[in-house]
C-alpha cells in the first residue's frame, strides 16, 4: 500500500483482492481523536480504537479503509499500530492473507 489512497483491501466488505504477504502495510489512515466523556452514537461504539496502542488514553475513529476492516478477538490476520509521529494507524497483515480472504483486526487490543 503507498500512501496515495489505494488499498490491497479495495474490494468492498475489506476482502483481500490480491495475495498479501505477511507483515506487509495494508493501510496508512488518518483518524479523529474523540473527547472522552462526550456520549457518540452507538453504531459507533463497536469502531472505537484505543489511542495511541498500549496507553489508550484517548479514543479514535480510523478513517479510510482502517474503519470498515472488522473486529475480530479470536482469529484477526491483521494488527495495527500507532505512529505519533505521523499521526497515523497503520494497518499490517499478521500472517499471509489470501486472494478473497476477508481482513480482520481487533480494534481494542492494547498491546
Known sequence: ???????????????ASEFIKSGEILEECH???LENGLQYPEI?????FAWPKGVGDKLAICLGYGSIFNNSDESPNADWQTDTTKNK???FSIRDIFQGDEIFTNYKKNN
Do not use: D, E, P
Open 1 to 15: 500500500m503507498n500512501s496515495g489512497g489505494s488499498c490491497k483491501s479495495a474490494v468492498m466488505r475489506t476482502h
Open 31 to 33: 483518524f479523529l481523536v
Open 44 to 48: 459507533l461504539h463497536n469502531h472505537f
Open 89 to 91: 494507524i497503520i494497518f
